[in-house]
């Protein structure tokens, strides 16, 4: 298979840096171009980010000395060397809207991490093992955009990347309702103890925005492309509680499930074990073999020994149980910035090249 060059917008950032890591020996991917702001631009990629490396593994060698280009005045220069783009930056959402969709204008694909697309009509976001179908609405966006391959795909928030997928099995029993309370890491706001002390020994009870994307993300994931729009899901109702904890990596959620047809505990585990996406069935270089692991002790899945299942790509899920409110609770989690960010991007980016949208 032909190698497809690759950009990272926001390089210098957390979610940045991970993608550096994760596509260093990538099989089908090859990093030709870093950008991030006009503060970076002309440095070199290990000058540009300093002290803040965050990722465990070094920087990758073949990146320490690419001088950084200028995310907004250079967007001709990398779409003349990349085939297309991962997108993380820290911008005003218009800004960001603007920025994706000139990429795309001059004809690279973005696979983005930011929010200010997810509920553009014509712009799939996509969890590859829920809703790869919803890449149908990539050639009416591309109508609207005017152009032959440029287009723009995101992926859903990290709060909801351990509750969704353990849901979605469970659709045909029909989700009436959902209560979900999160409790996410710090890294998850760009974060690491070092730069956020004040999170040691701490727990703050508000995320902003973040219980509004908890809730309304889930709907267009489970929505349906008709015509030139991907049309929302109107059921489950869900509520969240988002809260920031004392984790370095891996969000955890707490959640209750009311059904129609209340499945039984050994169905709704079946339906764990058993499932499998379009990730798996493509055998996408960075989908998990599993998953979903269901584990049985009553202390799992806890954050230091289940964020890294799978590379960081699986969801863990424990303590399913009958709830005296709702039919059953069960708690999950998975890896923020892996699955939850630059893992679960890659893997979009994988899914669009296998379904030939990069070509
Ligand atoms: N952290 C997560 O787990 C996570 C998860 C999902 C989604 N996200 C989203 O991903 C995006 C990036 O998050 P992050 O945590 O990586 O943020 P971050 O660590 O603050 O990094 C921000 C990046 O944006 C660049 N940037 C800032 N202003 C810019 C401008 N005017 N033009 C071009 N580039 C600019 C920065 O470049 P300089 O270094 O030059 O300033 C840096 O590369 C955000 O939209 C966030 O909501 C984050």
Redo the contacts with the bound molecule.
Sequence with gaps: MKKYNVGI????????QRFASLLENHPWFEVKAL??????AGKTYEE?VGNRWAMKTPMPENMKNMVVFD??SDIEKIAGLVDFVFC????KKD??KKLEEDYAKAECPVVS???AHRHTKDVPMIVPEINADHTAIIDAQRKRLGTKKGFVAVKS??SLQSYVPALHPLMEYGITKVLACTYQAI????KTFETWPEMVDNLIPFIGGEEEKSEKEPLKLWGKVEGDEIVDATTPAITTQCFRVPVSDGHTAAVFVSFDKKPSVEEIKEKWNNFAGEAQRLNLPSAPKQFLHYFEEDNQPQIKTARELENGMAVSIGRLREDTQYDYKFVCMSH??LR??AGGAVLLAELLTAQGFMD
Excluded: K, L
């Design positions: 917008i926001g390089a210098t950032g957390m979610v940045g950008a991030a702001s006009s503060r970076s540009a995310a907004t993380a930056v820290d911008m800004e960001i991490n930011n929010s928030n990290c890294s998850g706001a760009g923020n910035t939850g960010a």
